[in-house]
């Protein structure tokens, strides 16, 4: 099988890259990646030499760069992870999220569905659903829950989302989504809060919280995503949507004071800063279709996976630290 992987330079594609070429010797997997702030290439280091692996750079939302590439390469399956993904940056400049999120994605569909793609995957998001009140522990999203985005980055992506499926429901291209819970793990980009928050306090620096930090959200470890998106692909229903979660709800606060205990650090680092417009409440994802119907399980709790991360960030500083002087510069 050979496998487009888009996005495979970020934080969520690089692990995909590495778990797919890891399991799979027989693959041929194609990460493109237009190496914006985001992107970096030395989360892939360790597989650049990997026999069949190629790296390509550009933007998905190129219509004759991918037309040209898809006539070249006649992929049998295309995952699409490349998005921009951060919502404090979607505020301030909701275009280039249009353009990324939505333009690029209706360009992968048209090629998939011109060259045959077997399967087209979608990677999205719980944001899609809006959020859920702080005092309804009993609500959790299902995959029937209406879409309602709050922030321009989500809306992106439910837009997204809802292209994807017409491809399926107008031209029966074989597509599906996943929609996943906030994800931790190696290789994570140092502006999201789990890495920020790490790097933060081992400077010894003060740890900005939005609002009371009060807002929760369910984390889902990066390599148990991976396992589902296997799933997903060799096993999902043509036009079906899953929704993928760890079942770890934490405030922001709380997994704050997570990180400064693992690290011996003094909760007076903690700084609470004016929110952010539009700052959902709280995600919680019923993963239950996908445990159901595909037997997934996941491999880490958060307290497990936030040690392992921990250390992880201890032993690859020299990773995180370049990212930092890069966004400094």
Request: aromatic fraction near 12%; glycine fraction near 6%.
């Amino acid at each position: 099988m050979k496998i487009l992987i888009t996005g495979g330079a970020g934080f969520i594609g690089c692990n995909f890259v590495r778990y797919m070429i890891n399991k799979y010797k027989d693959y041929e997997i194609v990460n493109l990646d237009l190496l914006t702030y985001a992107g970096n290439l030395e989360s892939l280091k360790d597989i650049e030499k990997e026999a069949k692996y190629k790296f390509v750079r550009g933007d998905i939302s190129d219509k004759n760069f991918i037309f040209n590439l898809f006539e070249t390469e006649r992929f049998d399956a295309v995952i699409n992870f490349a998005a921009e993904s951060h919502v404090d940056r979607s505020v301030l400049n909701p275009a280039i999220f249009i353009q990324t999120n939505v333009v690029g994605t209706q360009v992968l569909l048209e090629a998939s569905r011109k060259y045959n793609v077997k399967r087209y995957h979608q990677v999205s998001t719980d944001e899609v659903y809006g959020d859920l009140p702080l005092d309804r522990k009993d609500l959790f999203f299902t995959e029937e829950t209406p879409l309602n985005p709050s922030s321009p980055y989500s809306a992106s992506k439910a837009a997204a989302d809802f292209l994807v499926s017409s491809y399926y429901k107008t031209y029966g291209l074989p597509i599906t989504i996943s929609r996943c819970s906030n994800n931790y793990g190696p290789y994570h980009f140092p502006e999201k809060l789990i890495p920020l928050m790490i790097s933060k306090a081992l400077n010894n620096e003060r740890l900005p919280i939005y609002g009371d930090g009060k807002n929760v959200r369910d984390w889902l470890h990066v390599y148990d995503h991976c396992s589902a998106i296997d799933l997903i692909l060799h096993n999902g229903i043509n036009g079906q949507v899953y929704n993928v979660g760890g079942n770890n709800e934490k405030t922001n606060l709380e997994v704050v004071k997570i990180i400064l205990k693992e690290l011996s650090k003094s909760e007076n680092l903690i700084k609470y800063i004016d929110d952010r417009p539009g700052h959902d409440l709280r995600y919680a994802i019923n993963a239950e279709k996908l445990k159901n119907d595909l037997g997934w399980k996941p491999k880490y709790t958060f307290c497990s996976g936030i040690k392992d991360v921990i250390d992880w960030y201890l032993n690859n500083e020299e990773w995180w630290k370049k990212i930092i002087l890069r966004r400094e510069d």
